[in-house]
T-cell receptor, first 119, second 111 residues
């Protein structure tokens, strides 16, 4: 158990409403990621963070924003949800500590996912 | 950029059959290679990994060998069980922070 929790685990919302998903880690890992999982596409990176207030875009970042105000929390926000954002969202942390030191064997650890349905 | 290709399936096997899931990759440099497994309703968890050419990763009866000459990392198991039914993802990582995943292969094992 890599100490990652996502909330909410399930959410149904309507088109045009804002949505925020939260990822919380207790492991002091430096890198945190948000992926979405869709049939036929596998996992696609939305945004990632390499430190407090340091974030960058992934391959499918349009329509999403992120924030990381402290090491343990990484928030994903959909400013105005659309039906194309219906998906399962996974947070992950990588096996590197705050100083870049290797933790474990360098793999990604995943949360249990947040299923979002936009009607 | 880096990419991972794997057979998408679904793959349906009988219990105790031999499993192979093919994975090939394109990357600059020398990435680490991973297989992740996702059971229904859960997140992904690491199944095995290899960090350099000719390394063999193994876990729970699964094996995969890092083949640099063929840029492949095929997953194998000699005798699958019903409990192995899941989605399997091949992935690579360059520099330990940029991860690229294949589309996943759904495996169903019938009793």
């Amino acid at each position: 158990d890599a100490g990652i929790t996502q909330s909410p685990r399930h959410k149904v919302t309507e088109t045009g409403t804002p949505v925020t998903l939260r990822c919380h880690q207790t492991e002091n890992h430096r890198y945190m990621y948000w992926y979405r999982q869709d049939p036929g596409h596998g996992l696609r990176l939305i945004h990632y963070s390499y430190g407090v207030k340091d974030t960058d875009k992934g391959e499918v970042s349009d329509g999403y924003s992120v924030s990381r105000s402290k090491t343990e929390d990484f928030l994903l926000t959909l400013e105005s949800a659309t039906s194309s954002q219906t998906s399962v969202y996974f947070c992950a942390i990588s096996g590197k500590g705050l100083a870049g030191e290797l933790l474990g064997t360098g793999e990604l650890f995943f949360g249990e996912g947040s299923r979002l349905t936009v009607l | 950029g880096d990419s991972v290709t794997q057979m998408e399936g679904p793959v349906t096997l009988s219990e105790e059959a031999f499993l192979t899931i093919n994975c090939t990759y394109t990357a600059t440099g020398y990435p680490s290679l991973f297989w992740y497994v996702q059971y229904p309703g859960e997140g992904l968890q690491l199944l095995l990994k290899a960090t350099k050419a000719d390394d063999k990763g193994s876990n729970k009866g699964f094996e995969a060998t890092y083949r640099k000459e063929t840029t492949s990392f095929h997953l194998e198991k000699g005798s699958v069980q019903v409990s192995d039914s899941a989605v399997y993802f091949c992935a690579l990582s360059s520099y330990g922070q940029n991860f690229v995943f294949g589309p996943g292969t759904r495996l169903s094992v019938l009793p």
